[in-house]
Nanobody, 123 residues
Framework: VQLQASGGGSVQAGGSLSLSCAASGRTFNNYAAAWFRQAPGKEREFVATINPNGDRTFVSNSVKGRFTISKDNDKNTVYLQMNSLKPEDTAVYYC?????????????????WGQGTQVTVSS
């Protein structure tokens, strides 16, 4: 499966952005998906994950209550709605997917990755 992330941009603190990750090449119904992020000079960090059916999610404590992950299998797309953004949310955001895992927070367990989209939050 190929993943194409989009929706990044620049926003002021307190604002919102919505990221999309479109999958192509295979049926996305069987794939769990996740979002990770990487800030300059830091390691890639788990943000949120969703199971193949899209009815179970898990998000990191750092974004809990502010970010929501969702999955539309009819559109082969996973989303990340980001509200109340903070400067520390600034990073390149990557979507990932894999048919063998569910609700994993470990980047190494995902075989398929999108190209990343930049999110910049100014204070």
């Amino acid at each position: 499966v190929q993943l194409q992330a989009s929706g990044g941009g620049s926003v002021q603190a307190g604002g919102s952005l919505s990221l999309s990750c479109a999958a192509s090449g295979r049926t996305f119904n069987n794939y769990a998906a996740a979002w990770f992020r990487q800030a300059p000079g830091k390691e890639r960090e788990f943000v949120a994950t969703i199971n193949p059916n899209g009815d179970r999610t898990f998000v990191s404590n750092s974004v809990k209550g502010r970010f929501t992950i969702s999955k539309d299998n009819d559109k082969n797309t996973v989303y990340l709605q980001m509200n109340s953004l903070k400067p520390e949310d600034t990073a390149v955001y990557y979507c990932a997917a894999d048919p063998r895992v569910s609700l994993s927070t470990i980047a190494g367990w995902y075989d398929y990755w999108g190209q990343g989209t930049q999110v910049t939050v100014s204070s």
